[in-house]
């Protein structure tokens, strides 16, 4: 028992043939060497190197008020010194809408800014600045009272100039659309397919649009209508084949393709021929008819889409004939374009009168519409008569069609084709 004691005890020795301790201290010298080499390459590399492909987005639902993460693929290597983001870096999704609260007042009443912008087509280049185009804005008060359903609507006197030096084929700034997205103001340049924020009267490019599938042509995006879905922006076009004056040949597909916009400006191009087909033939119009579409949203609540189609015909197309081929048609869609349904008139139909905006009336929590399901729309509808041009609004109530507030005139001297609540 002693003797394994000792043993234990006892210090074991090594013995390194053909070698001595100043060579193992050597070696040991240089194996800390290579160590503390590589940890400090490691550190020079991970400090320059690219950031990350992807990025967490932070959303806050506003519908119950919690926050979600996701991870969301990321083309571009910065965001941008305008991007809201928290206390860890992280890209806030701003959901707000309207941009400005809904102020309720003392006799229930709910009042709301709203805005509408202009489309001044071959008129939008100035004729006292160089290399500038010109739209306006038009800002307004709508008053609805969620009781009655009563809509009073006022636009203040005075139009806001909005320039731009960008421009195609001599043309630019006829803007089409107007929208509230990631907490901005935006509007789309249905000629250069430039997507604008509107920052105070600074018109701001953000993107550029390339028509069709995106890889086929230099030509701009013919931009009519903006929605949001899915916390990205979606963009349509005119929704018919591009075709020759006198609809006898087909040009291209190009205003059948949908653009998916991220908040990071990713762009996805969609092609939604066969669901334009399928709208069409919801309407009961079958080749050489058409329909032309500049309105339309997605419903949030009823998770469907809204379309009023700004012209129908059963005819080919024809330039001269189109501007009196309007419609009061609401076709009305699920999710994938699998359901479809012509459902009702909206107003009475007059010819030179077609739909160019639709939105949905943003309401609080707490306020019920009856019927119950019911959602309030106001839409933009805008006359083209030879040199006779007007914009009007309307309101109404989905999914019935009741006329809130019948066609109003709001501008003699310009057409506004966007209108959207801010």
């Keep these: 028992m002693n003797d394994w004691r000792r ?46 492909n992807h990025d967490t987005i932070q959303a806050l639902n506003d519908e119950h008020g919690h926050w979600h993460e996701k991870l969301v693929a990321c083309d571009c290597l910065s965001y941008g010194n305008n991007e809201e983001r928290d206390n860890n870096n992280l890209f806030v999704l701003n959901r707000t809408y309207p941009m400005t609260s809904i102020e309720t007042m003392n006799d229930g009443r709910l009042r709301y800014r709203i805005a509408a912008v202009a489309d001044l087509d071959k008129k939008s280049k100035s004729m006292s600045r160089p290399d500038t185009y010109l739209s306006y804005m038009l800002n307004g008060i709508l008053i609805f009272d969620p009781h009655s ?9 005075k139009e806001i100039e909005l320039s731009s030096e960008f421009s195609s084929g001599g043309r630019g700034m006829e803007l089409s659309e107007l929208i509230v997205f990631n907490g901005k ?23 550029i649009l390339s028509n069709g599938n995106g890889h086929s042509t230099s030509k701009g995006f013919k931009c009519e209508w903006m929605t949001v879905k899915d916390d990205h922006l979606y963009v349509g076009s005119l929704g018919k084949e ?38 069409r033939r919801a309407a009961g119009i079958e080749p050489p008819g058409y329909l032309v579409h500049e309105a339309a949203i997605w419903s949030m609540e009823k998770k469907q889409w809204y379309f009023l189609p700004r012209r129908a015909s059963h005819q080919s197309y024809d330039d001269s004939l189109d501007e009196k081929r309007g419609t009061n ?17 909206i107003g009475p139909l007059i010819k030179t009168h077609g739909f160019s905006s ?61 209108i959207e609540f801010v």
Excluded at 259 to 274: M, N, P, Q, T, Y
Excluded at 329 to 345: G, P
């Design 242 to 279: 591009w075709t020759s004056p006198n609809g006898d040949k087909v040009y291209n597909y190009d205003p059948q393709y949908v653009k998916k916009i991220s908040a990071f400006g990713h762009v996805e191009h969609l092609d939604w021929r066969l669901r334009y087909i399928e709208l």
């Design 358 to 418: 639709l939105k949905l009336l943003p309401l609080p929590d707490e306020v019920k519409l009856q019927p119950s399901g019911s959602e309030i729309a106001i839409a933009i509808k805008s006359e083209e008569d030879n040199d006779a041009i007007a914009t009007y609004i309307m309101v109404f109530r989905l999914p019935d069609g009741r006329i809130l507030l019948p066609e109003t005139k709001i501008s003699p001297k310009h057409k506004y084709e966007g």
């Design 185 to 207: 103001l935006y509007t789309c340049d249905d000629r250069t397919g430039i997507v604008f924020e509107i920052r105070n009267s600074l018109m701001l490019p953000w993107i």
């Design 7 to 52: 043993a234990i005890r006892t210090p074991i020795s090594y013995s390194v043939p053909g070698s001595s301790s100043n060579l193992i201290r050597q070696q040991t010298n240089f194996v800390s060497f290579v160590i503390i080499s590589g940890a400090f390459v490691l550190l020079i590399l991970y400090a320059f190197m690219p950031p990350n």
């Design 329 to 345: 048609i609401l076709l009305v869609a699920n999710d994938n374009f699998t359901t479809l349904n012509k459902t009702i008139s």
């Design 149 to 157: 359903q009563n809509v009073e609507v006022e636009f203040e006197p």
